[in-house]
């Protein structure tokens, strides 16, 4: 990303949020969704997230942005979710998240499996194949180090594992 | 991280490292060949590998709807790009608004002035436009009442408000030099006058002055023409009234940081009032040389 960009300290310019705006906006909006579980509450995540980084413009250097608007969508994804639960419990939460959707294909058995992760762990994870970001920007994203994010995909993975493991069995 | 050292050895372990594609090939290619030689371990990679998330076809409706405008301004005035400089424009801009505001301002025609309040205070009487509230009337001296001009010294009719500078229009019986930025200060007159004066400015607002030559200014904008000071330590003056045209009218807008100082030629004695004050577009300083009956001017 970023190639041919000017990576100086100059203001970006409307034609640059422009092609950022088309670049990431959908990037942004899976992991919202993927995080969320709510299409409207995703979709303003990414306005937010988006207007932003047009009011923030001549503080964010081009190389870096990628990772700026990540961090800004996941840390709205976690305010909209900590008011989600304060509001109205970890049900609804698992509810929004797909909470009886039928196992009908192996996407929804993952996503379902993925779903039930820790925050730490679905993020990280989101990330990383979503994205493909490695454990260096998923730690400047989300704070934590390196070793953190790798041990928390570890995790997510054998969790989600252990998880698909059950769902074939019953199945 | 001792989770992770500890791990470094776990079959778990080493199946996540190949799927994050973090063995070296060499390393890698070995353990894919290990796996095939064991059941278990083929099944739990299988399974471990489900574990990657597709991907969603997820497809944001209408981005189109945050793409920002260019303004042509920026291609034009590739300067404005720059915050000081915007900064710098818009006081500019501003400044200039401020000039025509201004000019517009003063160059609007003079009303008359309305004698009424004027000729009241040359008769020294509480009248009907009371410039002496209360007890002051009853305070005056005899001398000082002596003392007030009569009305024929101070003739409106010889002088145009709004023409010349007062000091620059010696045919007219000012007996005031008035000076300041630009065209700044013609005054029409100034008379000794009784000492009290808070009727007479019903919306004065009081002003402590440096000097303690504690005076009142009209801030009503539909009868701005009086300055007052109502009272002087200085007691050889017993009171002062002032009558000021465009120039000084000034006064009557929203002033700040205004200093009034009582001068006095050391030989003549000649009393000079030196008014400085400031508005909101300008900085300006008025001379007013006081002209005083004989009987006041000389009671030291």
């Known amino acids: 990303m970023g190639q041919g960009r000017n990576t100086s300290r100059k203001p970006m310019t409307a034609k640059e949020y422009n092609a950022l705006v088309d670049e990431y906006a959908d990037g942004l909006y899976r992991f919202a969704h993927g995080y969320l579980k709510d299409p409207f509450e995703a979709e303003n995540v990414v306005q937010n997230t988006l207007e932003k980084l047009w009011v923030k413009r001549e503080q964010v250097r081009m190389e870096s942005v990628k990772a700026f608007l990540y961090k800004v969508a996941y840390n709205n994804c976690i305010d909209l979710l900590r008011v989600a639960n304060r509001q109205t419990g970890l049900e609804a939460v698992e509810h929004r998240a797909g909470g009886g959707a039928g196992y009908s294909d192996a996407r929804k058995i993952i996503q379902q499996a993925a779903d039930k992760l820790p925050e730490k762990q679905k993020v990280a994870l989101l990330l990383r194949d979503y994205e493909g970001y490695d454990y260096r920007s998923i730690g400047e994203i989300t704070g934590m180090t390196e070793a953190q994010v790798k041990i928390n995909i570890f995790r997510a993975r054998k969790q989600m594992k252990a998880i698909i493991k059950d769902i074939h069995t019953v199945i | ?300």
């Open chain 2, 1 to 300: 991280m001792e989770e992770l050292k500890s791990l470094q050895n776990d079959r778990e372990w080493l199946l996540f490292e190949l799927l994050e594609g973090n063995l070296n090939p060499e390393e890698a290619e070995a353990l894919k060949a290990h796996i095939e030689t064991d059941a278990d371990l083929k099944a739990e990679w299988e399974l471990l590998k489900e574990t990657i998330l597709p991907q969603p076809e997820l497809i944001y409706p209408d981005r189109s709807r945050f793409h920002k405008k260019s303004y042509p301004a920026k291609i034009l005035l590739p300067l404005f790009a720059s915050q000081t400089v915007r900064f710098a424009a818009s006081f500019g801009g501003l400044l200039l608004i401020g000039y025509f505001l201004f000019n517009a301002w003063k160059d609007a025609p003079v009303t008359a002035l309305d004698p009424a309040p004027w000729k009241s205070v040359e008769g020294g009487s509480a009248g009907q436009n009371a410039l002496v509230s209360g007890n002051s009337a009853g305070e005056l001296s005899a001398q000082e009442r002596a003392s007030e001009p009569v009305e024929s010294t101070f003739s409106e009719t010889e002088h145009i408000p709004g023409t010349l500078p007062s000091h620059l229009n010696p045919g007219t019986d000012v007996p005031h030099i008035a000076q300041g930025s630009g065209d700044v200060g013609q005054i029409l007159t100034l008379q000794p006058a009784p000492l009290n004066y808070s009727a007479f400015n019903k919306v004065g607002l009081r002003m402590e002055l440096p000097d303690h030559l504690p005076a009142i200014f009209n801030l009503d904008p539909w009868n701005s023409r009086y300055y007052v000071i109502e009272d002087q330590t200085a007691s050889n003056l017993p009171g002062l009234r002032g009558m000021l045209d465009q120039g000084l009218a000034l006064l009557a807008q929203p002033i700040r940081n205004t200093h009034v100082h009582l001068l006095r030629d050391s030989e003549t004695q000649k009393p000079t009032l030196k008014i400085s004050y400031e508005g909101v577009h300008y900085q300006a300083l008025a001379m007013l040389e006081l002209k005083f009956p004989e009987a006041m001017s000389t009671k030291q």
